[in-house]
C-alpha cells in the first residue's frame, strides 16, 4: 500500500510528503512511515489520501505491483541535437586536427576528474561535437591523407567520450549511436588501437542493457576485437587496450552468472596483461591495470552475493591514484552494496555520503544507488532515517 501511495504521489504532481500529509491532516512522519510500509493507515486515513491523490481507493489496495523510479534520463538536449546534424551551418574554415586533439583531451580529462563531470560536458561537447563532425566533413573532401586521417581519430575519441557520457546519461540509443560512430571513424583511420577502443565502448553499451543476449554479445564483440587486435605487433597500448576487452568478457560472464568462468578469465587472461602494463596506465581512457584487474575481482564477488569476500578484497585495493573519479566511484557504490547484501545499514549510509562528496553528480544518475536507498527506506532503523531521507532527497526519490 505504501509503494502505491508513493507511486501515485509522484505520477498525479510530483507533490511533496509534507504538502500530502497537510492537505490529508497527518503528519509528513506518518506518511513516512505509511510509504516505507511501517504503519497501515485508518480507513478513514486512506480515503482521505486516495482523494487528495485522485485516485480510487481501490488503486491503493490492488496487489498489482508498481515500477520504483529508474535513474533519470538526464542527457542535455543540445548534446543529443549536436549529434543529430542540428545547429548553425559550418560554413567556415574547419579547425586544424591539433586543435581538436587538445580539445577533447581537455573534454575527456574533465570527464575523468570532475565532481560536475555531467553539467561541465553539456557546456562542452555540444559546440566540440560540430567541431569535429565539420572538420571530418572538410578533411573528406581535402588531399591532406595525414590530416584527414587525425581527424578521423580525434573524431573516434570524441565518440568515444560520448559513449560514455550519453550511456550515464541515460541515453542508451545515443550511447549505441555513438559508438558506431567511433567504431566507423576508427575503421576509415585504419587506426588498430582506436578499432579495438570503440570495440571495447560497444562492449559497455551491450552491458548496460538487462536483456541477456546483450550481455552476451558484449563478450563476442570483444573477444572478437581481441583477436583482431593480436593480428598487429604487440605494443603496451594495444596490451593495454587487450586487457580492457578481457575485462568486458569478464563482466559478461559475470552477469551471467558464470563466475568461474569470470574469475578464471581474470586470473589468466586480464591480470597478466595488467602485471605487464603496470599501474598509472590510461591507455585510450580504459584505465586498464592491475587496480582496475582487482577491482573486477570484487566485482565478480559482489555479483555473487559473495559479500564477505568481496569486502576482503576491496580492503586491499587503494584506488586514490586511479586517473578516472567514475572508477573510483563504481569502486565505491560496490563495496556499498556489498554491505547492503549483509544488511550493514549504517556502513551502506557511509558508503553512499562518502559517494556524494565524490561524484554527487554520479551518484544521482545510479540506479543501483537508487535501488539501495529505496530499500533502506524501507527497513532502516529510526537512527538512521534522518540521514536516508536526505539521500533520497538529494535523488529526488520523494
Request: glycine fraction near 6%; charge should be neutral.
Amino acid at each position: 500500500m505504501g509503494q502505491k501511495v508513493k507511486y501515485y504521489r509522484r505520477k498525479n504532481g510530483n507533490r511533496t510528503q509534507a504538502a500530502i500529509a497537510g492537505l490529508c491532516g497527518i503528519t509528513e512522519r506518518y506518511l513516512q512511515q505509511i510509504e516505507a510500509g511501517q504503519r497501515v493507515p485508518s480507513a478513514d486515513v486512506l480515503a482521505r489520501l486516495a482523494a487528495e491523490l485522485g485516485v480510487p481507493i481501490a488503486a491503493l489496495l490492488t496487489e498489482e505491483p508498481v515500477e520504483e523510479p529508474g535513474a533519470p534520463v538526464t542527457a542535455a538536449p543540445a548534446i543529443a541535437r549536436a549529434l543529430m546534424g542540428y545547429g548553425p551551418p559550418r560554413s567556415s574554415a574547419a579547425m586544424r586536427p591539433a586543435q581538436l586533439r587538445e580539445q577533447v583531451e581537455k573534454a575527456w580529462s574533465t570527464w575523468q576528474s570532475s565532481k560536475d563531470r555531467f553539467t561541465e560536458a553539456a557546456s562542452v561537447l555540444p559546440g566540440l561535437i560540430g567541431d569535429v563532425e565539420h572538420a571530418v566533413r572538410v578533411h573528406r573532401e581535402g588531399s591532406d591523407a595525414g590530416a584527414r586521417r587525425e581527424v578521423l581519430r580525434v573524431a573516434a575519441d570524441l565518440y568515444g567520450l560520448l559513449r560514455s557520457y550519453c550511456r550515464r546519461a541515460g541515453r542508451l540509443d545515443l550511447s549505441l549511436m555513438v559508438a558506431d560512430r567511433a567504431i566507423r571513424a576508427a575503421e576509415d583511420a585504419d587506426d588498430p588501437v582506436r578499432i579495438a577502443a570503440a570495440q571495447w565502448n560497444l562492449g559497455h553499451v551491450l552491458l548496460s542493457h538487462n536483456e541477456p543476449e546483450a550481455v552476451e554479445e558484449a563478450k563476442d564483440v570483444a573477444l572478437y576485437a581481441v583477436d583482431q587486435l593480436r593480428k598487429t605487433p604487440a605494443t603496451a597500448e594495444t596490451q593495454a587496450v587487450e586487457g580492457a576487452l578481457e575485462l568486458v568478457a569478464v563482466v559478461s560472464d559475470a552477469r551471467r552468472r558464470r563466475w568461474w568462468a569470470a574469475r578464471e578469465r581474470l586470473e589468466q587472461r586480464a591480470a597478466p596483461l595488467a602485471s605487464r602494463v603496470g599501474e598509472g596506465s590510461n591507455v585510450q581512457w580504459t584505465v586498464f591495470g592491475p587496480t582496475n584487474v582487482h577491482m573486477h575481482a570484487m566485482s565478480i564477488e559482489m555479483l555473487a552475493g559473495e559479500a564477505s569476500e568481496g569486502l576482503r578484497l576491496a580492503d586491499k585495493i587503494d584506488t586514490s591514484r586511479l586517473p578516472s573519479r567514475e572508477r573510483q566511484f563504481t569502486f565505491g557504490l560496490e563495496m556499498a552494496r556489498c554491505h547492503d547484501l549483509r544488511r550493514e545499514d549504517a556502513a551502506v549510509l557511509i558508503r553512499l555520503f562518502d559517494l556524494k562528496e565524490l561524484a554527487p553528480e554520479d551518484l544521482a544518475r545510479s540506479p543501483l544507488a537508487r535501488d539501495m536507498i529505496l530499500d533502506l527506506q524501507k527497513r532502516v532503523r529510526p537512527t538512521f532515517r534522518r540521514q536516508v531521507n536526505e539521500l533520497a532527497e538529494r535523488l529526488q526519490l520523494v
